[in-house]
């Protein structure tokens, strides 16, 4: 690797702040602004928005209103400011659905969800939108499904979805936004949670407009270790679906003090990859709590919480940017 080669793009998901941004809440577009002038002081140059549910369906005000947003983010002179969205099927949205009614209902959803990112002049929507996330399989009589039968009841659902996603892959094209699915935690939600298994459900879809995110966190977790992990980065490279890359610790916590294989992780990307990388940190905020099963104490966040002698949200942000480029350094990249 040559030591002239370079990675210029670096985003921070603001999953450390918060899992909604308001976006037709003036005050609260001044807090977005403040955070970005802040981070950017770090280094990042681009973000990762969250975009909240909305159970109104006003899809046309949502658009209208992160196009608001990214307007008032222009006239603030943060007009290169490059952003990514985070997007998740819910119980009500769901492409797996056994149901044409509601499968048709999650695909207007996730069509939403694609103009809101090209409205934010993002190129990259990611997240869990196969199966919703965090919603585990029960019989009719609420018993959990798991294992083999788990399995089994996924293979169905993943076809019901693989048939929406080309038409999905389509309207994503049409707005120059790639979808990159994310594989998460056996934790945290049913499936897919390992790389191979949704590089099997992609085998089905011809877009190439969808593909994968790889977070460091869940391939730590759910992954099928270093050997396997580099051919399955190569095979989705030659496939064109290696959309986003996210680096997160496996508690979603502090970057720069997490056991994560970084070289194992990063080496094998950075060698077919030229896209951004994503500082990935679930803070203690009241979103995450109960979902995440968080012990550990919330990174305070300036402007919201008091101020203590623990690290605040932004010590914790420049400590991971300053993590990553230590270890993208040793691979031989400048960033």
């Not at 002179?77 to 999650?106: C, H, M, W």
């Not at 699915?181 to 949704?198: A, D, F, R, V, Y």
């Not at 990174?299 to 420049?318: C, L, M």
Request: glycine share 6%; charged share 25%.
């Amino acid at each position: 690797m040559s030591d002239s080669s370079s990675l210029s793009d670096i985003y921070l998901s603001f999953f450390m702040f918060t899992t909604d941004l308001k976006p037709s809440d003036l005050e609260y577009r001044q807090t977005v602004i403040k955070h970005i002038k802040e981070l950017q002081n770090f280094g990042y140059n681009g973000f990762e928005f969250p975009i909240a549910f909305n159970e109104n369906k006003n899809y046309k005000k949502d658009i209208e209103d992160y196009a608001n947003l990214r307007a008032t983010l222009d006239s603030q002179g943060f007009e290169n400011v490059k952003i990514s969205t985070n997007v998740g099927a819910t119980r009500t949205f769901d492409l797996s659905s056994p149901y044409p009614e509601q499968r048709q209902a999650a695909l207007e959803y996730l069509k939403s969800r694609i103009d809101i990112t090209a409205a934010l002049r993002g190129e990259i929507m990611m997240g869990p939108i196969v199966i919703p996330y965090g919603v585990f399989p029960t019989t009719d009589f609420n018993v959990p499904i798991w294992s083999d039968e788990l399995q089994e009841h996924l293979a169905i659902r993943y076809r019901n979805a693989q048939i929406i996603f080309n038409e999905l892959g389509q309207h994503a094209e049409q707005r120059n936004v790639k979808l990159a699915i994310e594989p998460i935690t056996h934790w945290e939600t049913p499936g897919p949670n390992k790389l191979s298994q949704l590089i099997e459900f992609l085998d089905g879809v011809n877009s190439k407009q969808v593909g994968v995110v790889i977070d460091s966190a869940h391939e730590t977790l759910d992954g099928d270790g270093p050997e396997i992990f580099r051919e399955q980065v190569a095979y989705l490279a030659k496939q064109k679906r290696l959309h986003y890359v996210q680096v997160s610790p496996p508690d979603r916590g502090a970057l720069h003090t997490s056991w994560l294989p970084w070289q194992s992780f990063l080496e094998p990307i950075l060698e077919v990859y030229d896209g951004p990388i994503a500082v990935e940190i679930f803070n203690a905020i009241p979103a995450f709590l109960n979902s995440l099963r968080l012990t550990r104490r919330k990174f305070w966040i300036p402007g919201e919480d008091t101020p203590n002698k623990y690290p605040s949200a932004y010590d914790i942000a420049n400590e991971a940017i300053k993590a990553t480029r230590i270890q993208l350094e040793k691979i031989g990249y400048s960033c």
